[in-house]
């Protein structure tokens, strides 16, 4: 089945020259190797079953601005979309709760800005504001699924702290 456009008002990435992995940390280190500023990366999503995608995202966007706000910190610049996908990466994806949300024949996607941070085997200490803000996020509404202080790292080039895993993996 071909996606009609009338189907979702999300924009279709175009097929990337190298294959689209499932790893994002595969994606961001292909991407930087090529010199680029942005990658386009699979996300999973989850949320409440009787939302649609685009609710469900504009949800997870309003979450995601509502911990920046809390953490005082900054999120990736990104924008979502869908990615055509071949059987094996769309059946991963469906095995993993998109059923009925993404259109068959793509993934559930998400072009972002790279980030320029220091990479290294040990964690860098996130600032205590970055674990308050955290717990103040929890008390306030607590949807965002997976959040912990590792998502946020520190952009190199401005010094801001950058939360970076917009995935829209939301609490039912």
Known sequence: MSLDQNDTSLPIFEVQERRLLMSSEMQLSSALQDGEDRFIRPV????????????RLKSAQHEFRLLAYHTQTEIVPHRFGLYPADKVLENYYRAHGQNGLIPSGYI?????????????RLPKIRPYSIWQGIRRYKQASNKLADLSARQFVQNSDTGAWTFLDIEPLLRG
């Open 44 to 55: 999973f999503t989850a949320g409440p079953s009787d939302s649609d995608l685009e609710t």
């Open 108 to 120: 559930l996607a998400a072009e972002v800005e790279i980030i320029p941070h220091e990479d290294s």
